[in-house]
């Protein structure tokens, strides 16, 4: 799980414990089988809310035969079942490339080849997967060097498992419905995660805020809102489950071609509603605590102090330790609420909430985003995320701290 407490460059990395991890998407195997008659199309997608990984896999009816799409493509497997987990071996790897780390000969990626994937269920609807395969580096001091990671009796990373045919209804995707969370972003990238954005569903279209591209949207026969991107591919989407105490959606993003997907992320949505905002500077001055990691052993909060002033506080439960960075001025920007803090040298972060939805008096939905201007140079460190914060208490700034 990747924090957000310290001050140096953030890797946004999804790596194969679960990890968020920026990458380019490669799209495998699109000549595929369709699902026949006989096969359980079953999504699994992960615990965390730090994490996208997600597989949509079809179980096909005899052979022992699968086809398994995740965030590095798809792939036809076949698999073997001892009863307490079935061992999928890919005919393609599932393959991202992505930024890794630094050593001291420089920016270091890698190649993350997924060759076997571990798949076990459990009761109550949840399950477990292991990533097998390797990861070649590329560049730095230990370029062209193969690691192996992964085998058959790891733990796995926890899953959330449903059958596709037990999904949500997507009936109240009307005319004039504002939802968060979907993407346009072509996903040919290495060092920033996809760009998510706000769109209006207007008759069999929908229009992204941010670019003011209106493209043709449709629910297809599968239960799946297919869009056809400016740029001529098409992009799916398909309703998980609803959250009912905060009003959160968990969904499945899939690149789209020959009626099924080619890879799939999960997604966090929600609908926006009227009215959102944090208030005066008064109201907004409280303890808040990031749903992207609330329930985790590594909490993450922003202390928003009543003087201008605040703190980021990260936490490490295990440990019983935290660590607190100033944030060194915060305000408003109409309903935006932004924050800044300084990196070292002339280098600065800023960070912005821009209101989405308020559910009850503690929970504020925000479509969140980061940039860093360091030598006058402005860089996107965080693209535009949905993430929602909980009111924890009132900001006193420490006395000995002040």
Known sequence: MQSEGGDFMILIQ?????????????AACFALPVAAAGTKSIAYYALEDSSDTAYLIDWYGAGNKARVAGQGG????????DGTQ????????????????Y????????????????VRDLPDGQAQTVQIGDFTQIGGCHDGEVTPFGSATDEGLGMKRLAMNARPAMDDLQYGLEIAGFSEDHLDFAETSYAQDVVTFLDNRVRFRATGDVVPAAINAKKWLVMTLPQGDQRAFTRLAVNDT???????MAGWAKDQATWVIKLRVVKTLEGAGFGTVAQASRKWESGLFRGSRQPFFI????????????KDLDAGTERRTPISEWGFQGLTLWQERALGGDAVATRRWQPLRNE???TRW????????????DKIQIKPRVNYYVDTGKAVPPTAAR
């Open 366 to 377: 925000v479509l969140e985003s980061e940039s860093w201007v360091q030598d006058g140079v």
């Open 103 to 118: 050593d001291e000969c420089g920016t270091v990626y890698a190649k993350w080849a997924t060759r076997q994937l571990v």
């Open 246 to 252: 905060t009003q959160g959606e968990t969904w499945l």
């Open 303 to 314: 202390y928003l102090y009543g003087d201008s002033t605040g703190e980021r506080v990260q």
């Open 14 to 26: 999804r790596l194969w414990r679960g990890a968020a991890m920026s990458a380019v998407m490669v």
């Open 74 to 81: 798809a792939s036809a497997a076949t698999y073997v079942d």
């Open 86 to 101: 079935r061992l999928l071996t890919l005919a393609t790897p599932l393959t991202e490339t992505g930024l890794y780390t």
């Open 360 to 362: 009850g008096t503690k």
